[in-house]
């Protein structure tokens, strides 16, 4: 055969071989601990409660047994300040590392416990205004109702989130209540408000409207992001301070969307994020100041 042939004929071969499967880039360090948020199953789906997540590359879907993953500091560096966090995804999916994993190990490190927010999604028949901020208010009020066990202080747990993850933070933080103190569910006596917001390149940046005694915002994005997000929350941030509400406005030159925690992009502005949210909480009373 000649040499041209053999050529063609690995080519060929090449061609029709199918390809490996992808492996799924969704790893959860051991240690962490998943919490359903109702063990029973949450409202309005209890009848799906045991069908599979569904992980597809670095993502996850099909969530129908709400739950949060706990990330806890060591007990050296904790400052009993907590956040629960929601990946984004455009409410399709979850994109449960650069948006969960890699900021709560980067935040765990800084002292912060974060709670990896696995909520309902419009992909599967879903809305983000009911069933998923039924499971970030019930994310909080669980992390609040068991504070004194993984060492919270129950006047310091955030909501944070990412792109659509953001949207529904920064809703937590405008609809919530102080519990339920009849309630025959202990978790649902707590309060659903969240201590402070954080929101990272959020949906919908422009519909951000919010009141007087709204929670403390750190808020975040890219430059280059799409203008609902670059513009909409730099007007968000003037809409919080004309509302007497403490917020950080972060808009990072040079990047888009979707940045996250990446340790590829380690070095670069938006990467150090997590450090200026640290910083905020410290100045804003959250996180106390060692004494000099």
Do not use: C
């Not at 990946?87 to 800084?110: D, F, Q, Y």
Request: charged letters at 20%; proline letters at 8%; aromatic letters at 6%.
């Amino acid at each position: 055969m000649r040499r041209h042939q053999l050529a063609s004929f690995a080519l060929a071969l090449a061609v029709q071989a199918p390809a490996a499967p992808r492996p799924p880039a969704v790893v959860i360090p051991p240690g962490h601990d998943t919490i359903v948020l109702w063990p029973n199953g949450a409202p309005g789906s209890e009848a799906r409660k045991a069908e599979a997540e569904q992980i597809d590359g670095e993502t996850v879907l099909n969530v129908h047994n709400p739950s949060i993953i706990a990330f806890l500091p060591t007990k050296d560096v904790a400052t009993g300040v907590a956040i629960v966090m929601a990946p984004g995804g455009g409410h399709r999916s979850l994109w449960i590392m650069h948006e969960g994993v890699n900021p709560a190990l980067a935040l765990n490190a800084k002292g912060i416990a974060v709670f990896i927010l696995k909520n309902r999604l419009q992909s599967s028949g879903y809305t983000f205004d009911v069933e998923g901020l039924a499971d970030m208010q019930r994310a909080i009020r669980t992390v609040r109702s068991r504070a004194a066990e993984w060492g919270i202080d129950p006047a310091k747990i955030g909501a944070a989130g990412f792109s659509a993850g953001g949207e529904l933070a920064q809703l937590a933080a405008l609809r919530h209540d102080a519990g339920k103190p009849d309630a025959a569910d202990p978790i649902e006596r707590a309060s659903s408000r969240p201590d402070f917001q954080v929101l990272i390149y959020p949906g919908k940046s422009q519909l951000i409207q919010p009141v007087a005694g709204s929670p403390p915002a750190f808020l975040a994005a890219g430059f280059d992001d799409r203008p609902d997000i670059s513009t909409g929350l730099a007007e968000a941030y003037l809409r919080f301070k004309q509302a007497g509400v403490q917020a950080e406005l972060h808009m990072y030159a040079n990047v888009g969307h979707g940045f996250g925690v990446r340790p590829e992009r380690a070095g670069q502005s938006h990467q150090e994020w997590t450090t200026q949210l640290v910083a905020f909480l410290r100045q804003s009373k959250v996180i106390a100041t060692p004494a000099r």
